[in-house]
């Protein structure tokens, strides 16, 4: 009985703090998910122009992942936002589900935001690259979810260490980035030149959905064992982020 209870406060909680960092501020100002979709749009524009069709597919799972990238990684500056201006993080922290659902809200509210952006990109990646198996759209949610979820703690763990939200307007540019664009995301593994290149990667938390993206849509070929190890990477990487963060949290901020 308790643990239904707790579950049910839990729901509230996350839906309290979905509603009020994302889906009131979206319905306030919808151009918030403009701006994290113009530069991939911008990208599939040029090579469309320049007729290398070949690419187009791998521009269409690079934009949809450096969206929820870009998204996600705000939770840095709002979370410091929220901590260091409007001061209300203690009083989630007072709550009976403290700062759990609090977070798990404000991500939900930023993913919100990178709804608009997924749907554009997804249909094109139906109508012009042609994925229209259900399974391959599975691997895509799932891979998406993961990415969501680890650039998230990612920029909470990074905006616990603000001291002025000023500090934080120039990380979720370089994280964006860095996330998105070096890595293997618009483009295939095979592509980098290096073998030790190869390995170095997939620190990128990036790297394994976008592997896995692609091979859902059939543009490279991997082994089910390379599969099942993409999706181990995706689990250590959130859980080292996850033992980060909660080590962060259980310190005075």
């Known amino acids: 009985m308790r643990l239904a209870e707790g579950l049910v406060h839990f729901v509230k909680s996350v839906y309290a703090s979905t509603m009020l960092f994302g889906v009131i501020p979206f319905k306030q100002n919808p151009l918030w998910s403009l701006s994290p979709m113009l530069a991939p749009m911008a990208f599939l524009l040029f090579l469309s122009v320049y007729g290398i069709r070949e690419i187009v597919p791998y521009a269409l799972i ?3 992942t450096s969206i929820v990238v870009a998204n996600s990684i705000t939770m840095e500056s709002d979370a410091a936002f929220n901590r260091l201006i409007l001061k209300i993080e203690s009083m989630f922290v007072l709550t009976r589900g403290g700062l759990i659902p609090y977070a798990v809200g404000l991500a939900l509210g930023n993913l919100i ?8 990109f997804g249909a094109l990646l ?5 994925v229209n198996q259900l399974w391959s759209w599975a691997v895509f949610l799932g891979a998406l979810a993961a990415t969501w979820a680890i650039v998230s703690m990612v920029g909470y763990y990074i905006s616990t260490f603000a001291r002025d939200i ?8 370089i994280f964006t980035g860095v996330f998105s664009y070096l890595p293997p ?5 095979e592509r980098i030149p290096w073998t030790e290149l190869k390995y170095f990667a997939y620190v990128s938390p990036t790297t394994a ?3 896995l993206m692609q091979a859902a849509a059939g543009l490279v070929s991997i082994t089910w064992t390379e599969a099942l190890l993409l999706w181990l990477l995706l689990l250590v990487h959130g859980s080292i982020v996850f033992v980060l963060l909660h080590r962060r949290l259980r310190r005075p901020i």
């Open 113 to 120: 935001n990178a709804l608009p952006g997924m749907l554009v």
């Open 166 to 173: 000023r500090d934080l307007w120039v990380y979720s540019p």
């Open 126 to 130: 139906w109508t012009l690259a042609g």
């Open 62 to 64: 690079g934009g949809m």
């Open 209 to 211: 959905p976008a592997r």
């Open 185 to 189: 995301v618009f483009y295939p593994l």
